[in-house]
């Protein structure tokens, strides 16, 4: 089966970190950008950060740039979020997506998801 598995969420303090990982089964990573995204209660999903096939390129919301750190490691076929300083408004679940190669704007380029991961961050 083709399949990508989001891993590493859990209840952080404000300011606490956790690394995020997205592995791939029955297909290699290599070709593909890597997207996360988030969608927290009530409120529609949004970009996170993505990656490109090679990890030449990278992108980061404006909400979570300096704090958040996209990596890869092909040949774990894994890509990695390290997300610190974290804050309240960090809380949501947060999913994995791949398509061709470059990361994608649009949110329906990515064809393939994960099932995601809880991320809650709170005093």
């Known amino acids: 089966q083709l399949q990508l598995v989001e891993s590493g969420g859990g209840l952080v303090q404000p300011g606490g970190s956790l690394r995020l990982s997205c592995a791939a089964s029955g297909f290699t990573l290599d070709y593909y950008a890597i997207g996360w995204f988030r969608q927290a209660p009530g409120k529609e999903r949004e970009g996170v950060s993505c990656i490109s096939y090679s990890g030449s390129s990278t992108n980061y919301a404006d909400s979570v740039k300096g704090r958040f750190t996209i990596s890869r490691n092909n040949a774990k076929n894994t890509v990695y979020l390290q997300m610190n300083s974290l804050k309240p408004e960090d809380t949501a679940v947060y999913y994995c997506?791949?398509?061709?190669?470059?990361?994608?704007?649009?949110?329906?380029?990515?064809?393939?998801w994960g099932r995601g991961t809880q991320v809650t961050v709170s005093s």
């Open positions: 997506a791949a398509t061709p190669a470059f990361c994608e704007d649009n949110a329906q380029d990515y064809g393939l």
